[in-house]
């Protein structure tokens, strides 16, 4: 009896240990306009206070209108899709493309290019959804995008 407790409670741990690391971010992914462009002018919002603009409600307007702009023109046109197979992310916007590799114990993705950084973006499954985070500058809030499976 002892051991076969033993064997199921192996058997259960490494088929709850599988789907929670292995294969959860597998898919092509879309991005959640309505989700990410919300998300986005919270993170502008937030970085705007953190640079302490003038509190005016002319130069708010005025910046409130830029970072919608901003954000608008990345979600809706230029967000990569991203297609995740193995641990290796391939982003694609316009006619370039990104590899990356997800580490998926820590939620953490590395890019390998030219221009890549020492940062970590993060990427999380969060019911359903891909969240994709942008490594953030220091003492500002990080960017992430919502994507859905495509």
């Known amino acids: 009896m002892r051991q076969k407790y033993s ?3 192996l058997l259960s741990i490494l088929t709850f240990s599988m789907s929670a690391c292995g294969g959860s971010f597998d898919g092509q992914w879309q991005i959640n306009e309505e989700i990410s462009m919300a998300d986005c002018m919270d993170w502008a919002k937030s970085n705007a206070q953190n640079d302490d ?3 005016n409600a002319m130069m708010a307007k005025m910046m409130e209108g830029l970072s919608n702009k901003i954000c608008e023109g990345f979600v809706k046109k ?3 899709q991203i297609n995740i197979k193995n641990n290796k992310m391939t982003l694609k916007a316009f006619e370039n493309e990104a590899e990356c590799t997800v580490y998926p114990k820590t939620n953490i993705f590395k890019c390998d ?3 890549s950084t020492d940062k970590d973006g993060t990427i999380n499954v969060i019911d359903g959804q891909l969240v994709w985070g942008l490594p953030p500058e220091p003492e500002k809030m990080s960017m992430k995008f919502t994507y859905d499976k495509g």
């Open 7 to 9: 064997k199921f409670l």
């Open 113 to 115: 290019t030219e221009k």
């Open 78 to 80: 230029m967000a990569p």
């Open 53 to 55: 603009q003038e509190s």
